[in-house]
């Protein structure tokens, strides 16, 4: 069973960085999607980010692109995201998400393996 742990969260000022990580556990990651995801109050989860574990091929939602890095580290098992110029609508909680047949890795109901999420505030 996958585990996903976040932690790196909290309150930063508009334009400012954080670097979250997600610590996965419970099996071997070869072919895994793993993913960013956000939902901020009253709204939809949405995808952040995700990456292939094996090839390290990586894909980023428009509002994000070109601010926020997704990386990982195969030695620890870790998800990292690096998140820089944040703005204040980038306030959310932050899931780290896993599943090993993505078809659509946007797309949320895709993913069987979600973190507890770690709160990320921007303010202004």
């Known amino acids: 069973q996958v585990q996903l742990v976040e932690s790196g969260g909290g309150l930063v000022q508009a334009g400012g960085s954080l670097r979250l990580s997600c610590a996965a556990s419970?099996?071997?990651?070869?072919?895994?999607?793993m993913a960013w995801f956000r939902q901020a109050p009253g709204k939809e989860r949405e995808f952040v980010a995700a990456i292939i574990w094996n090839g390290g091929s990586t894909n980023y939602a428009d509002s994000v692109k070109g601010r926020f890095t997704i990386s990982r580290d195969r030695t620890t098992n870790t998800i990292f995201l690096q998140m820089n110029s944040l703005k204040p609508e980038d306030t959310a909680v932050y899931y780290c998400?896993?599943?090993?047949?993505?078809?659509?890795?946007?797309?949320?109901?895709?993913?069987?393996?979600w973190g507890q999420g770690t709160q990320v505030t921007v303010s202004s």
């Open positions: 419970g099996r071997t990651f070869g072919g895994y999607v």
């Open positions: 998400a896993a599943d090993l047949r993505i078809t659509m890795l946007r797309s949320a109901n895709q993913y069987d393996s």
